[in-house]
């Protein structure tokens, strides 16, 4: 949110420090008092300005909190040495009041709470200063009504605590409505994309099951090749489904028959299909499983997902490396993770899981991940992720334990 100052309209920003720092040397030039005179205070006044105006104008191209910080801090300085060298400009303590006011600009939480108490010190030890060295005759405008004036600047310092508040609210809001706005856009060109290519794809698997339904009941095949063959239709089935889910990305799976899952047998069916998988890369998968793991899901929706994070975990995973995938029961869930030390993800790329289109693979299209968390969803489960650069990544999976 701090970059919507100047990303919005850079002009817009420039134009608008290019009058702030106007308005500033005007100040320091027109009807000052002091120019002319050499003294520190003036010269420290022509510094700060100078400095203040290079933070402004070099803010956009380093956009760092150490900037922003020291945009606020020497406006504090500015502003906080205007009020005592010129006592005379009544103004100079309406601007005081309102210098955590720009951090609302840069909509940093931190440093506007920082604002806050530091201004709320400082004008307590500003007060302490003039009455201690009793110059009340210098600030008439603070010092006749000190009680009252003291009452504003508490309350001029809530108002902006409030408005803060209310604009972070609304802004959030306004990034949440678009990040749904992206996804909804990026569901419907998956969609689009989705019925454009699955009458071309289900013809061949269409032929490819045939064909293996016709070798598996024929008699003279083995009893090894038929189990072979049965397995491989129905991959051939799941990969429809596949092609099904993709029609209807948005929409949550309404002819799907649930039915009572021991969770162990569909892990231990993945990990022989995806044993071999591995082999090429001779990357293992070890099974840690408790008993009475039961859940009430579609079987295929379970194979599926688990397909998909199995699969990632070996192709993520250095040669030789073990995938580890875990079931457990905790209160009334089931919790399943799949381990992986491999290459790992940076927080950024965990940011963009799941979204259409982006996969870290070079033929990856990330629907399947898409795919596997709406499916979880649907089921009124949960998955996350976890991961570190270089020590490989965990995905967790939780659904309702079925009694």
Same mark, same amino acid.
């Given at each position: 949110?701090?970059?919507?100052?100047?990303?919005?309209s850079?002009?817009?920003?420039?134009?608008?420090?290019s009058?702030?720092?106007?308005?500033?040397?005007?100040?320091?030039?027109v009807?000052?008092?002091?120019?002319?005179?050499?003294?520190?205070?003036?010269?420290?006044?022509?510094?700060?300005?100078?400095?203040? $105006?290079?933070?402004?104008?070099?803010?956009?191209?380093?956009?760092?909190?150490?900037?922003?910080?020291?945009?606020?801090?020497?406006?504090?300085a500015?502003?906080?040495?205007?009020?005592f060298?010129?006592?005379?400009?009544?103004?100079?303590?309406?601007?005081?009041?309102?210098?955590?006011?720009?951090?609302?600009?840069?909509?940093?939480?931190?440093?506007?709470y920082?604002?806050?108490? &530091?201004?709320?010190?400082?004008l307590?030890?500003?007060?302490?200063y003039?009455?201690?060295e009793?110059?009340?005759?210098?600030?008439?405008?603070?010092?006749d009504d000190?009680?009252?004036?003291?009452?504003?600047?508490?309350?001029?310092?809530?108002?902006?605590?409030?408005?803060?508040?209310?604009?972070?609210?609304?802004?959030?809001? !306004? !990034?949440? &409505?678009?990040? !749904?706005?992206k996804h909804?856009?990026?569901?419907k060109?998956?969609g689009?994309?989705?019925?454009?290519?699955?009458?071309e794809?289900?013809?061949?698997?269409?032929?490819v099951?045939?064909?293996?339904?016709?070798?598996?009941?024929?008699a003279?095949?083995?009893?090894?090749?038929?189990q072979?063959?049965?397995?491989?239709?129905?991959?051939?089935?799941?990969?429809?489904?596949?092609?099904?889910?993709?029609?209807?990305?948005?929409k949550? $799976?309404?002819n799907?028959?649930?039915?009572k899952?021991?969770?162990q047998?569909?892990?231990?069916?993945?990990?022989?299909? &995806?044993? $071999?998988?591995?082999?090429s890369?001779?990357?293992?998968?070890?099974?840690d499983?408790e008993?009475?793991?039961?859940?009430?899901?579609? *079987?295929?929706?379970?194979? !599926?997902?688990?397909?998909?994070i199995?699969?990632?975990?070996?192709e993520? $995973?250095?040669?030789?490396?073990?995938?580890?995938?875990?079931?457990?029961?905790?209160?009334?869930?089931?919790?399943i993770?799949?381990t992986?030390?491999? *290459?790992g993800?940076?927080s950024?790329?965990l940011?963009?899981?799941?979204?259409?289109?982006?996969?870290?693979?070079?033929?990856?299209?990330?629907?399947g991940?898409?795919?596997?968390?709406?499916?979880v969803?649907?089921?009124?489960?949960?998955i996350?992720?976890?991961?570190?650069v270089? *020590?490989?990544t965990?995905?967790t999976? *939780?659904?309702?334990?079925?009694?």
């Amino acid at each position: 949110m701090e970059k919507i100052l100047y990303e919005s309209s850079p002009s817009r920003y420039y134009i608008t420090v290019s009058i702030t720092i106007f308005i500033m040397v005007m100040g320091l030039s027109v009807f000052n008092p002091r120019i002319g005179l050499g003294d520190v205070g003036f010269l420290i006044h022509v510094a700060l300005v100078i400095i203040l $105006s290079v933070c402004l104008l070099i803010y956009p191209k380093f956009n760092t909190r150490h900037i922003r910080f020291c945009i606020v801090l020497i406006s504090f300085a500015l502003l906080y040495l205007l009020f005592f060298l010129y006592p005379d400009t009544g103004s100079t303590i309406l601007l005081i009041c309102f210098i955590p006011a720009i951090s609302i600009l840069f909509f940093d939480t931190l440093l506007f709470y920082f604002s806050i108490i &530091l201004n709320k010190l400082l004008l307590s030890i500003s007060v302490a200063y003039i009455k201690f060295e009793s110059l009340e005759s210098m600030y008439p405008y603070l010092t006749d009504d000190l009680i009252g004036n003291c009452i504003n600047l508490i309350i001029s310092q809530i108002i902006l605590a409030f408005i803060f508040h209310l604009t972070s609210e609304r802004i959030k809001r !306004q !990034q949440m &409505l678009y990040e !749904q706005m992206k996804h909804n856009e990026r569901l419907k060109t998956a969609g689009e994309l989705a019925a454009a290519v699955a009458h071309e794809i289900r013809n061949p698997l269409t032929v490819v099951k045939g064909y293996l339904q016709i070798y598996d009941r024929d008699a003279a095949s083995d009893s090894g090749n038929k189990q072979k063959f049965r397995l491989l239709i129905e991959e051939l089935e799941t990969a429809e489904q596949v092609v099904t889910d993709l029609l209807s990305l948005s929409k949550p $799976s309404i002819n799907r028959v649930a039915e009572k899952i021991n969770v162990q047998t569909v892990i231990d069916n993945v990990a022989e299909l &995806l044993q $071999s998988y591995g082999l090429s890369t001779k990357n293992k998968i070890e099974i840690d499983i408790e008993n009475d793991c039961t859940i009430n899901m579609n *079987k295929m929706e379970l194979h !599926q997902v688990l397909v998909n994070i199995i699969k990632n975990a070996i192709e993520a $995973s250095y040669s030789g490396d073990s995938i580890v995938v875990r079931a457990v029961k905790r209160d009334e869930d089931v919790i399943i993770t799949v381990t992986d030390y491999g *290459k790992g993800m940076s927080s950024q790329e965990l940011e963009s899981i799941g979204t259409p289109f982006y996969s870290l693979k070079s033929k990856g299209t990330g629907l399947g991940i898409m795919i596997c968390n709406q499916i979880v969803v649907n089921n009124n489960g949960s998955i996350h992720y976890e991961s570190a650069v270089g *020590k490989g990544t965990t995905v967790t999976i *939780k659904l309702p334990y079925y009694h």
